[in-house]
């Protein structure tokens, strides 16, 4: 079966540090992931998503970024974090058919202090 | 996608039916509905998806109006632990979630 883990679960972080969250897929290949992003209160917000090693798509402008260095890999990086980066991060895969389901990870909740 | 919009919140007692309504007027074609639930601090929980059928699983109930500008999910007993967010979500083969800001549900005894 198809598992996918994130880590940390949750992270406290000065603002102008980095970041570096990490979402690892099991049992699967070639999946589509994401990033997603919740804010308090609020809906997800979707920020990358990826068809491929290397092949990245950002969907909102901003202090983030996302690589895919293993088929199975997907990581969300900062240079400077904002107090506004500070939510709750989920990553997400699907099997590249659009009738599919997508499964979320445990996501992680970060605090930018 | 198409946008979809949703009641903020409500309540349902508990062992009844829930009735959650979405809209979703300006559906294509090719766009699924899919829901999902999200209990507090915790990952999207996929719950059903359909296209022009309605459809049935373990968890619930999708009716889709015949002009798919509108469904239904229903939970047919609800408990206690179907207290959760629930997100109605038109996705389309660009495989984009876009999650809106979902109806707050909540079972009480």
């Known amino acids: 079966s198809q598992t996918i883990h994130q880590w940390p679960a949750t992270l406290v972080q000065p603002v102008g540090s980095p970041l570096s969250l990490e979402c690892t897929v099991e049992?699967?290949?070639?999946?589509?992931l994401y990033w997603y992003r919740q804010a308090a209160g609020r809906g997800l917000q979707l920020l990358f998503y990826s068809v491929g090693i290397g092949q990245i798509s950002s969907e909102v402008p901003q202090n983030l970024s996302a690589s895919r260095p293993q088929d199975r890999q997907f990581i969300l990086s900062s240079k400077k974090l904002l107090l506004s980066d500070s939510g709750f991060y989920l990553c997400?895969?699907?099997?590249?058919?659009?009738?599919?389901?997508?499964?979320f990870g445990p996501g992680t909740r970060l605090t930018v202090l | 996608d198409a946008k979809t919009t949703q009641p903020p919140s409500m309540d349902c007692a508990e062992g009844r039916a829930a009735n959650l309504p979405c809209n979703h007027s300006t559906i294509s074609g090719n766009e699924y509905v899919y829901w999902y639930r999200q209990i507090h601090s915790q990952g999207p929980q996929y719950i059903i998806h359909?296209?022009?059928n309605n459809e049935t699983n373990e968890m619930a109930s999708l009716i889709i109006t015949e002009d798919r500008k509108s469904s239904t999910l229903i939970l047919p007993h609800a408990t206690l632990r179907d207290t959760a967010v629930y997100y109605c979500i038109a996705l389309s083969n660009d495989y984009k979630l876009s999650f809106g800001a979902g109806t707050t549900v909540t079972v009480r005894a």
């Open positions: 997400a895969w699907i099997q590249q058919d659009p009738t599919d389901t997508q499964y």
């Open positions: 049992g699967t290949s070639n999946p589509n």
């Open positions: 359909g296209l022009k």
